[in-house]
């Protein structure tokens, strides 16, 4: 097969996706690297001059990839993911909006050009967490405690961008990193980055079923095939907080392979808008569900 990855410089050096290119070159395939942050791109011919079986995307929110992955896709290209769902996701306000009218089980969402604006939520939502609209990797989370402390972080939260906030999930201070990759659930464990203080060794953990039902049904809301999905424990049961197309895969085993495996069966079959792997599960391993 010939495929098509768009990498931006934040990933070039990075094993998710450099390792898998490597192994689907090892393995006898064809693959062309484009990096749309750092080359002139001719947009009218860049998604028609080769004959790729698919178009991979692994690169920043906000990056310029998205745009050249929605071009190959409007002229009828297969795309990991589809473009159209990773648009859905890379939005946290339009990823919310999507996911509490399909019933997923997430905080209500509020969304600020500026962060003034948060001063108009109601007190009894705070403590919030703030985050921009189009961050990724943890970048600018942080927790707003109280109406009378916004004031002192708005110079903190300018210049990001659209804000999204949401009411603090009282949790333990771990977050659940849930991955989907090939129609199978793999569980991590990690310290959260709005609790540093709690000393947690990131490690795979056994899924819960109940977790498990709550992934595998963020996959067909959002139509992705390769994902994350960061859920929190909390008091009324397991709360979507984030989605992540394309994500680290960290501690999932034989990642690389894996990873390349549902990238050349997403290519083959050419589903676009409807994953591959509708029936997601759990394997038979130390990720198993209770």
Not at 46 to 62: C, E, I, M, N, Y
Not at 164 to 180: E, F, I, M, R, T
Not at 223 to 230: A, E, K, S, T
């Amino acid at each position: 097969m010939r495929l098509c990855f768009l990498v931006e410089e934040h990933y070039r050096h990075d094993g998710m996706p450099v390792e898998v290119i490597r192994q689907l070159v090892a393995w006898g395939h064809r693959v062309d690297v484009l990096r749309p942050g750092g080359s002139l791109l001719r947009m009218s011919e860049a998604v028609t001059a080769g004959s790729h079986d698919a178009w991979v995307l692994k690169t920043v929110s906000g990056g310029p990839g998205l745009t050249l992955l929605e071009a190959a896709a409007a002229v009828g290209l297969t795309t990991v993911n589809d473009a159209r769902s990773i648009r859905g996701v890379r939005d946290k306000a339009l990823a919310a909006a999507i996911g509490r009218s399909r019933g997923l089980a997430m905080p209500m969402t509020y969304a600020a050009a500026v962060p003034e604006l948060l001063a108009e939520i109601p007190a009894a939502e705070f403590p919030l967490v703030v985050k921009p609209a189009d961050g990724s990797a943890g970048r600018g989370v942080c927790l707003v405690p109280s109406p009378d402390r916004l004031a002192a972080m708005l110079p903190q939260l300018a210049d990001q961008g659209m804000l999204v906030a949401q009411p603090y999930v009282p949790n333990s201070g771990v977050d659940l990193k849930v991955y989907c990759v090939g129609g199978e659930l793999f569980a991590t464990e990690r310290c959260s980055p709005l609790h540093p203080d709690h000393a947690v060794r990131e490690r795979q953990v056994v899924l819960p079923r109940e977790v498990a039902a709550l992934v595998a049904r963020v996959g067909a809301v959002y139509g992705l095939d390769l994902y994350g999905v960061d859920v929190l424990l909390g008091p009324d049961g397991p709360v979507v907080v984030d989605v992540n197309d394309f994500p680290s895969f960290r501690q999932v085993p034989d990642a690389t392979a894996r990873v390349a495996r549902a990238v050349l069966e997403l290519a083959r079959t050419g589903r676009a808008g409807a994953p591959a792997f509708p029936e997601a599960r759990i394997p038979e391993q130390p990720g198993a569900a209770v």
